[in-house]
């Protein structure tokens, strides 16, 4: 590949790495719910708040972020969100009250959210024959940063003698470290990002052609609800996200607590599961052959099937002969349906709202999405602290099977 070649795609490069740190930070939170409920000395509730709270600003941030692109331009816009982030994981090398590590959470997830929706319109706009290519390779380099994550977290936490030894010499080499070193990268990439990104951009890109008659009104975005079908998937998608957001929250701890393995075995499970994203390149091909909701259907079974077998592994216990392969396989199986839904529900999407209203539309149901996914953490951190990790991800498993009798619903009445 010649240089030229290469430099095509360094937007697109620079703007997935930007997308894999947010996801790294975001996903290197739930790997450290144990070593952070023994620093501070808080509960399942408390932790699962705070991610809650992180979740609900990022989800917050997409509609502003993208009415800010528009005036201002994408190219600041997502430089500014990249060092929003970076300053609040710099600010958690110093030893403070939980409540702080809580606002610093905010300010990471307020940096994080302005990211995807202003990123998916500069994709489009930089490669507009590619668009599809583009974004996937976008969204499967994100997805990468929570394979990343959990090994990078067991590196600082739980690290070999003769690197902790070296770490020891520096302050905050604990798990502080690596977001000290997490928000320097973010820091670095946003300086590159605004320095690079403007000279690489065809005209109209950064804050698109200019838009001929009114911008369609709240009233126009509400009226998408009235079809029965749109609110139907709706409620797939709010239920599919609530699952998929408190299992990812949780999952470490529940595989350590609830089901007895060490604290590296479940970060590498928790690794697991995001490595296997690649199926989401196979899903979205095989919904443009074989329909979306055949696929949609068997995705969403699968990963239920996988949470109910989690539950039942981790109450077994050893009675069943039951360990981390098993374990192992349901992850890994949970993460092929949760992985495969996603890109075959936005092409549903995309296919059924109005082009006129198809980003406003888009923009709305993800809030929704979003919206329960932010509040997952913090519903089974309380079902956790009340009845046990099992029951929150019979909850968990109980709100995927309702997503996956909705979209099963929907195929048969096509």
């Known amino acids: 590949m010649n240089l030229g070649r290469i430099r095509e795609y360094d937007v697109l490069v620079l703007t997935s790495l930007i997308w894999f740190l947010g996801k790294f930070v975001r996903y290197a939170f739930p790997p450290l719910f144990g070593p952070l409920q023994t620093s501070y000395g808080v509960s399942n509730a408390a932790v699962g708040a705070a991610f809650s709270g992180f979740m609900a600003v990022y989800a917050l941030l997409q509609f502003p972020s993208g009415a800010i692109a528009d005036r201002v331009g994408a190219v600041r816009v997502i430089a500014a969100g990249a060092a929003v982030a970076g300053v609040g994981a710099?600010?958690?090398?110093?030893?403070?009250?939980?409540?702080?590590?809580?606002?610093?959470?905010?300010?990471?997830?307020?940096?994080?959210g302005a990211?995807?929706?202003?990123?998916?319109?500069?994709?489009s706009?930089?490669?507009?024959?590619?668009?599809?290519?583009?974004?996937?390779?976008?969204?499967?380099?994100g997805a990468l940063g929570g394979v990343a994550a959990p090994a990078a977290v067991t590196l600082f936490v739980a690290a070999p003698p003769a690197l902790a030894a070296l770490l020891s010499r520096f302050p905050g080499a604990d798990w502080r470290g690596l977001f000290v070193v997490t928000g320097v990268v973010a820091l670095a990439l946003a300086a590159a990002f605004s320095l690079r990104v403007p000279g690489r951009l065809p005209a109209d890109a950064d804050r698109g052609p200019e838009r001929e008659g009114p911008e369609p009104g709240a009233r126009g975005y509400l009226a998408l609800f009235e079809d029965p079908r749109i609110t139907a998937f709706v409620l797939v998608t709010i239920a599919f996200s609530f699952a998929y957001n408190g299992a990812v929250a949780f999952l470490p701890l529940y595989?350590?607590?609830?089901?007895?393995?060490?604290?590296?075995?479940a970060n590498l499970l928790y690794s697991a599961l995001f490595a296997v994203t690649f199926v989401q390149l196979v899903s979205g091909d095989l919904s443009d052959r074989l329909g979306r909701?055949?696929?949609?259907?068997?995705?969403?079974?699968?990963?239920?099937?996988?949470?109910?077998?989690?539950?039942?592994?981790?109450?077994?216990g050893d009675e069943t002969g039951a360990g981390p392969v098993a374990l192992g396989v349901l992850v890994v199986a949970f993460g092929l349906g949760s992985h495969g839904f996603r890109p075959v529900r936005g092409a549903y999407l995309i296919e059924a709202l109005p082009d006129r209203l198809a980003g406003g539309g888009l923009g709305a149901v993800r809030t929704l999405l979003m919206g329960a996914g932010a509040l997952a953490p913090a519903t089974v951190g309380a079902v956790a602290d009340a009845s046990g990790f099992r029951p929150a991800f019979g909850l968990l498993a109980g709100a995927l099977a309702l997503a996956a009798v909705v979209a099963a619903g929907l195929w048969a009445t096509e």
């Open 255 to 265: 595989l350590s607590e609830a089901a007895g393995l060490s604290g590296a075995t």
């Open 90 to 112: 710099l600010s958690l090398l110093f030893d403070t009250p939980f409540a702080v590590l809580a606002g610093a959470m905010l300010v990471i997830g307020a940096g994080t």
């Open 115 to 123: 990211h995807k929706t202003v990123a998916i319109r500069l994709l």
């Open 125 to 141: 706009r930089v490669y507009p024959v590619r668009t599809g290519r583009a974004l996937g390779a976008h969204d499967t380099f």
């Open 293 to 316: 909701f055949p696929v949609m259907v068997a995705a969403l079974a699968l990963a239920a099937a996988a949470l109910v077998g989690a539950v039942a592994v981790a109450g077994a």
